[in-house]
């Protein structure tokens, strides 16, 4: 991820900026920071992942939703898109916005050399600061890999899988998700 400038920006001068541009771009109080593109694979996981939990989650109060979606961190004056999100009903907008969220139930991020530190780090403790967030998805794209972060009261459990023969259970929505359907037709 690489900063646009060395200028900062207000938060309504990003905004005008997002809203036209053809390149997704993140905030980070004052900082754009121009979003790079992925990978087959990286794209091909986030497909998998969103269609998947979509597929589970139909015919509940549950909401899924792709990357987007600018997720608003309020605490951090930071506009992020991950790669997915669940919402338990409808997604709580930020004031007047339609494009920015506030409330994630489970966030997903497919990780990218570039961004894997930054996801596993920064991202994960900024994420912590919003109150509905309770399950954290760290997906490899080039090996089967999955972590998982689960907030049980104050503390955060860890769990990984990494076999095509396990699911894992995601607590904060009650399914199970095959690790199989997220590296469908997935080449390492």
């Known amino acids: 991820m690489i900063a646009i400038t060395e200028r900062r920006y207000s938060l309504d001068e990003y905004r005008a900026i997002a809203e036209t541009s053809e390149e997704k771009c993140e905030y980070q109080d004052g900082e754009i920071i121009a979003m790079t593109g ?40 930071c506009g992020v898109y991950p790669d997915a999100m669940i919402f338990d009903g409808r997604p709580q907008l930020n004031g007047d916005r339609k494009d920015e969220v506030l409330n994630p139930l489970l966030i997903v991020e497919v990780l990218s050399p570039s961004t894997e530190e930054y996801d ?25 890999f ?12 860890y769990s990984a899988f990494d076999s095509l023969d396990q ?21 390492f």
């Not at 596993?120 to 089967?144: G, H, P």
């Open 120 to 144: 596993r780090t920064d991202k994960f403790q900024m994420y912590r600061s919003i109150s509905s967030f309770s399950e954290y998805l760290l997906i490899r794209q080039n090996k089967v």
């Open 38 to 77: 992925g990978t087959l694979n990286h794209s091909l996981v986030i497909g998998n992942i969103f269609f998947s939990l979509k597929l589970l989650l139909r015919d509940t109060q549950f909401v899924t939703i792709n990357s987007e979606l600018r997720l608003w961190i309020p605490e951090y004056r």
């Open 167 to 187: 699911s894992i259970l995601l607590d904060s929505v009650n399914v199970e998700i095959a690790i199989a359907d997220i590296y469908r037709g997935i080449e």
């Open 146 to 157: 999955v972590e998982r972060y689960s907030k049980q009261e104050q503390f955060w459990t």
